[in-house]
């Protein structure tokens, strides 16, 4: 049977009810690349953990003003992996709960808090099944910087969120730009130049990616190397928000990323990568603030 072992990995979590087959299989790959993926993140500079890059780096300015005063505030981060974010919100006073469905990653996580004196709740689970595998709800639901890519139905997800969060509770969800997976450089006349090489919309289906290499330095994975990704366009995301009930306060698109992503990016005083001046101004990543409703 197609999709056979996805199917039994995935009975014990609850998602199998609520996927086909195929696509339940997609999101158990997913989960064995990323507790591949794991080991390698947690050694590399890319992440900095040993102290090398502190957590607040991985921030836009605007990300601080928009979230608030985080103090006492019960925040839920989604997709967290190695809780590189998880422990600024924790260290900014909030009570800080991350979910991820790679248990090596949740375990990772676990021990980075321990060693920083944090505490944080680390729950494994699917973001499918997050409203089951988590108690209450939140003031705060955080997620992205590439974690949308991996969901098949942001209307889904969306309801998901929306039964997470307490009345006049926000979602912040902080997120590559489509553009960004669009764009790739290809050699003209001696130098790179951007161009259109993917979709920027979803309507094709899921992309497969069978890569050795993760996207951070150290070693090659020598299993699970494949890896599904889903296109989401910036009007599905604030739709399947608004239409799970959220009102959308802000939509911020930003020409800055946390890395550099081609060679000719450049950091600025803050540490954030920018394309050179006279590039033109494109977003590479974007932030939404939606709120649920008081009742
Ligand atoms: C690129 S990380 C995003 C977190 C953070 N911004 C970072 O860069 O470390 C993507 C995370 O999504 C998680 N993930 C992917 N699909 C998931 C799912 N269906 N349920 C829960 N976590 C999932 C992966 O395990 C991974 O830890």
Known sequence: MPGGQGLTALAEWGVVTTFDAETGRMIAANR???DARAPIHVASAF?????????????????WDDLGDLRGAELLHLQCHLGTETVAFAA?????TGLDFSGESIARARALAEERGLEIDYVHADVHDARAAVRGEFDIVYTGKGSLCYLPDLDRWAAIVHDLLKPGGSL?????????YALGVVPIDGS????????????????ERDAT??????PALTEATVSYE???GLGEVVTALAGAGLRIDRVREDHRLPWPRWSTMRPGPDGWFALPGDAPRIPLFYAVK????VR
């Open 290 to 293: 939606a709120v649920k409703a």
């Open 213 to 218: 290499r993760t996207y951070t330095d150290g």
């Open 230 to 232: 889903w296109r989401h």
């Open 172 to 180: 912040y969800l902080v997120e590559f730009h489509p553009l960004l």
């Open 32 to 34: 064995a690349n990323w």
């Open 47 to 63: 992440y900095g953990l040993d102290g090398s890059r502190p957590a607040e780096s991985w921030f836009a300015d605007y990300e």
């Open 92 to 96: 900014r006073g909030a009570r800080a």
């Open 192 to 207: 790179e130049e951007l161009t259109l090489r993917a979709d920027y919309l979803d309507g094709r289906g899921p992309e």
